[in-house]
């Protein structure tokens, strides 16, 4: 399965625009890119997926390379609520087994 | 929609004993679900594949025998830990994926916080 390598911290200011990169240059045609992010000691949330098109959904957008080699993730208005790990995760082409495997994360402090 | 629930949140036990802990999906159904453990500060790693009326499947290094599941219907697993051991303290967490064609969203538990003293 495709690694992927996102930066270990952020910080963005309230009500701006967060993008958080992701990059994943080994994945394959038919591998989807997720986010989740996990708030501190609760399970992860699921925020969106992709697998060639620009996606957006309530809670942000994500933005996917030509290539595929990369993403970005883009919290619009970002709030305090939103500070958290957010997790890229390239879906293990497993299949109908598929499984998701989570990296480290990029911890995003939203600051006031 | 897309609630998953565990039970219990949080439990502390004496070293030896076992902890059942209970996954279910609420508003869909999930053929397959996810056991996660996660120490303190790290990722979540996977533990085990539960598949509903199958034997699950477990990653490598994840002792079997120490860690049961059971997925009996097609909203619920269990995680059984047994002969807990203080090693064995850890954030449980699991995921089920909705059933359906085109559902390839796997939604996540609130998790369980076990405390083997």
């Known amino acids: 399965d495709a690694k992927t390598t996102q930066p270990p911290s952020m910080d963005c200011a309230e009500g701006r625009a967060a993008n958080l990169p992701c990059n994943h240059s080994?994945?394959?045609?038919?591998?989807?890119v997720y986010w989740y992010r996990q708030i501190h000691s609760q399970g992860p949330q699921y925020i969106i997926h992709g697998l060639k098109n620009n996606e957006t959904n309530e809670m942000a957008s994500l933005i996917i390379t030509e290539d595929r080699k990369s993403s970005t993730l883009i919290l619009p208005h970002a709030t305090l609520r939103d500070t958290a790990v957010y997790y890229c995760?390239?879906?293990?082409?497993?299949?109908?087994?598929?499984?998701?495997?989570f990296g480290k994360g990029t911890l995003l402090t939203v600051n006031p | 929609g897309a609630v998953v629930s565990q039970h219990p949140s949080w439990v502390i036990c004496k070293s030896g004993t076992s902890v059942k802990i209970e996954c279910r999906s609420l508003?869909?159904?999930?053929?397959?679900m996810f056991w996660y453990r996660q120490f303190p500060k790290q990722s979540l790693m996977l533990m085990a594949t539960?598949?509903?009326?199958?034997?699950?499947?477990?990653e490598q290094g994840v002792e079997k025998d120490k860690f049961l599941i059971n997925h009996a219907s097609l909203t619920l697993s269990t995680l059984t830990v047994t002969s807990a051991h203080p090693e064995d303290s850890s954030f449980y967490i699991c995921s089920a994926r909705e059933d359906g064609g085109g559902k390839e969203t796997q939604y996540f538990g609130p998790g369980t916080r076990l405390l083997v003293l």
């Open positions: 995760i390239v879906r293990d082409s497993g299949g109908s087994n598929y499984k998701l495997t």
């Open positions: 508003d869909f159904q999930a053929t397959t």
């Open positions: 539960s598949n509903e009326g199958s034997k699950a499947t477990y």
């Open positions: 080994t994945i394959s045609g038919n591998e989807y």
